[in-house]
């Protein structure tokens, strides 16, 4: 927000009880700007896939607002199996220089971890306000050779991770006044692709029970909503879907924004930060639920 208003220099105003705004010198004009740090700075979030990718971007950007940060991640425990590997404690440094950021392992497929993770959370912060069910896998391929194993461990990450993980913040996300879940859906979750049918089944599954949650948790005060990410260059895209011949990180990226930018409306992919500015947005938005919010360029309007 930006208004231009006359108030003495390093004045903070309170307009109303979540937004603050501070005057700041720009040109020949002061600008007030709502500052999102004090909007959010009593909030606890916990994010499950947090270590790396857009749960990474998601980490940092409530950080950056001030919120105290549960990063939950399997990759903290275990090496992964997964065909593309799993985050480690390195690729989560960074979000600790931001704001206070603390990391517990979590196995979203598992009803006593996620129980742990919640407990965890509240252990060292107190409270949970915010969910954020990220966690996700993808694997493709055409079903004809597509593994059973395979099936249900998409759904199992996917689908059944974000019903456990609810289940066990419920009762503390109850006690917040004022609580939201925010799903990483997709937006493989709104139109299928060929030889994505366990991906884009999950995802769908994911959008489905936004909506039911949404209704459900409304008389508790929570609000459910989801992010439907485009096409977002994480290890999900540059080392499975879009695989290359090179282990030079910035000619993966380089390659992968020239194929992909071609596609969009807006021009680029998406970014690890637009998601973390799309899950602020829906945590804060007091009057939104049952959304699942495409942030995508343009590639997906509906
Ligand atoms: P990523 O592989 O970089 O990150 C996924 C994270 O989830 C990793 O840190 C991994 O360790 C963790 N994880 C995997 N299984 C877990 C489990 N059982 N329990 C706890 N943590 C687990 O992928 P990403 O691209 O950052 O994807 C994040 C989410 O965004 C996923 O739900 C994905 O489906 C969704 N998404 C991604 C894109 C994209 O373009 N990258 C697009 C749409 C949706």
């Not at 270590?51 to 971007?57: D, P, T, V």
Request: hydrophobic share 45%; proline share 3%.
């Amino acid at each position: 927000m930006c208004t231009y208003l006359s108030i003495p220099a390093g004045l903070v105003l309170t307009l109303y009880p979540v937004m603050i705004i501070r005057r700041e010198n720009v040109g020949n004009r002061h600008r007030y700007q709502a500052l999102g740090k004090y909007i959010m700075d009593s909030r606890v979030v916990l994010v499950t896939g947090g270590a790396r990718g857009i749960g990474l971007g998601i980490v940092k950007a409530f950080a950056r607002v001030g919120c105290k940060v549960m990063i939950a991640d399997l990759g903290l425990e275990s090496e992964g199996e997964w065909n593309y590997g799993l985050s480690n404690k390195d690729a989560m440094d960074s979000a600790g220089e931001l704001g206070e950021v603390a990391s517990c392992g979590l196995d979203v497929t598992d009803q006593a971890s996620c129980e742990s993770a919640v407990k965890a959370t509240i252990d060292r912060f107190g409270q949970l306000d915010i969910l954020i069910n990220n966690a996700g896998v993808v694997q493709s391929g055409p079903v004809i050779d597509f593994s059973e194993a395979d099936w249900d461990r998409v759904f199992a990450v996917n689908t059944k991770g974000i019903f456990l993980m609810t289940k066990a913040a419920i009762p503390a996300l109850g006690k917040s006044g004022d609580a939201a879940i925010v799903n990483t859906a997709s937006i493989a979750g709104k139109k299928g692709h060929a030889n994505m049918s366990a991906y884009c089944g999950s995802k769908f599954a994911a959008v489905g029970i936004t909506q039911s949650l949404a209704f459900e948790l409304a008389p508790m005060g929570i609000r459910v909503n989801a992010i439907c990410p485009g096409i977002v260059g994480t290890a999900m895209w540059l080392e499975h879907l879009m695989p290359m011949n090179t282990t030079d990180t910035e000619e993966k990226t380089q390659t992968f924004e020239t194929n992909v930018s071609q596609q969009i409306p807006l021009g680029r992919p998406q970014s690890v930060e637009d998601m973390g500015e799309a899950a602020v947005y829906l945590a804060t938005a007091k009057n939104v639920t049952g959304i699942a919010l495409s942030v995508s360029g343009g590639i997906e309007m509906n």
